[in-house]
């Protein structure tokens, strides 16, 4: 499969396929299960509400997995294999865990790549542990929309109409919807509910959809939510490493004016819109995120 098709690689649950070992840290907010590999400039992953760190390998596969560096992909506690926290983690908290995992695998930096809520986390990472991040890859990331839609629904639900209304459905059905969405999928309609998240929700590959169903965790979106409400955004002119933003044109859950935001407050950023894709960029284009993020 070309690497520029659209989504041309599944999602694999398989650590072994890239010389990864799984790691139990304990850290402050419970047990984070960690998958990593050593390497000259360790690359750290951070994955957003519907993922864990198995939603990165169509990334590692466009990439080669990115010889010779290292890496270390997250299951942020409440996800993946991490074990759930009595209440979700607030963006201070999860970049806390993050510096535990560096200090836990011995690493100083990292050049730090997140998605959608991952990418949030790693901004804040940015400014507040500045000696830690030595470069910084939103991928879809959600970030002023979304902390606007996440203050103002009645207000976003005309600027931002799927997060607010998901975050509002959330709120009704919360631990039911993963099972809601577990029956969508067993009669044949899941796409249609994915629809929205990805430009072209019947091009993807199987996997990836039973990944979303998986690994959508509505109790952690939730607290997301209630994060970023509650987030200064003014904070980021305070990142000074180097930043690279890349996004989908059809992304329902940012906004395409976000980049330009972003431009405005980052002293050191490029960014980069991408055609015929939603709101994960890494799986539905992976071969042009390798290329911006790591050329």
């Known amino acids: 499969m070309h690497p520029d098709a659209y989504a041309p690689y599944p999602v694999v649950g398989d650590p072994a396929r890239w010389g990864l070992t799984t790691t139990t840290v304990s850290t402050s907010a419970g047990p984070t299960v960690v998958r990593h590999r050593p390497g000259a400039r360790p690359l750290l992953f951070l994955h957003g509400v ?6 990165w390998t169509p990334l590692l596969s466009a990439a080669g997995a990115v010889v010779g560096r290292g ?46 809520m991952g990418a949030f986390v790693g ?6 542990r500045q000696d830690r991040v030595r470069s910084l890859g939103l991928v879809s990331g959600t970030t002023f929309a979304t902390a606007t839609a996440a203050r103002h629904p009645v207000r976003a639900l005309r600027t931002l109409p799927a997060f607010t209304l998901l975050r509002a459905g959330l709120a009704v059905t919360r631990r039911a919807a993963h099972g809601l969405l577990r029956g969508l999928a067993r009669i044949g309609l899941l796409p249609l509910l ?19 169903v998986e690994e959508f965790r509505p ?53 980069v819109l991408l055609e015929d894709c939603g709101h994960f960029a890494h799986v539905e284009r992976p071969g042009a995120v390798v290329r911006e993020l790591f050329s």
């Open 50 to 55: 519907a993922g864990s760190w198995t939603t």
């Open 71 to 116: 890496l270390v992909l997250v299951d942020l506690p409440g996800w993946g294999s991490s074990p759930a926290p009595a209440v979700p983690l607030d963006v201070d908290e999860s970049s806390q865990v993050i510096v535990e995992v560096l200090d836990a695998l011995g690493l100083d930096q990292a050049d730090v790549v997140g998605h959608s």
């Open 123 to 128: 901004l804040h990472l940015a400014v507040t």
């Open 194 to 212: 994915a629809g929205p998240v990805f430009a072209t929700v019947r091009r993807l590959d199987p996997s990836v959809l039973r990944a979303f």
């Open 219 to 271: 109790v952690g979106f939730l607290g997301a939510a209630r994060s970023a409400a509650r987030y200064d955004t003014r904070r980021w002119a305070g990142v000074r490493c180097p930043v690279v933003a890349v996004a989908g044109r059809q992304d329902v859950f940012a906004r395409v004016d976000d980049l330009a935001r972003l431009g405005g407050v980052l002293p050191d950023v490029r960014t």
